[in-house]
């Protein structure tokens, strides 16, 4: 059974930072796509950065472009993302995703993945 566990979400004052981690088991997704979106409330899902397969450039959102940082950990089946310069608007939940035989074209594409965390709260407040 694959599972994605997200850790490290809480609050912080604008202009902070916090580390996401995102821990799989029940199979490795070294050569797979694997990203971060958030949700806010009364807003749709929305890609934030994602990593075609380990080793890759990533991609981001212009949102979070130079402000946050994606990287894989192939030994350890693992995903961070660094968030500086927090902003109220960052504020969501954030989510883990992989999936073992996604297309380039669909990495920021929230359906196209199959697995999926339970999710981390992010609140950027002063």
């Known amino acids: 059974q694959v599972q994605l566990v997200e850790s490290g979400g809480g609050l912080v004052q604008p202009g902070g930072s916090l580390r996401l981690s995102c821990a799989a088991s029940?199979?490795?997704?070294?050569?797979?796509?694997m990203g971060w979106f958030r949700q806010a409330p009364g807003k749709e899902r929305e890609f934030v950065a994602v990593?075609?397969?380990?080793?890759?450039?990533?991609r981001y959102a212009d949102s979070v472009k130079g402000r946050f940082t994606l990287s894989r950990d192939n030994a350890r089946n693992t995903m961070s993302l660094q968030l500086n310069s927090l902003k109220p608007e960052d504020t969501a939940i954030y989510y883990c995703?992989?999936?073992?035989?996604?297309?380039?074209?669909?990495?920021?594409?929230?359906?196209?993945?199959?697995?999926w965390g339970q999710g981390t709260q992010v609140t950027v407040s002063s």
């Open positions: 995703a992989a999936d073992p035989s996604i297309i380039s074209s669909e990495l920021t594409n929230p359906g196209a993945y199959d697995y």
């Open positions: 029940g199979r490795t997704f070294s050569n797979g796509g």
């Open positions: 990593s075609r397969r380990s080793g890759a450039v990533p």
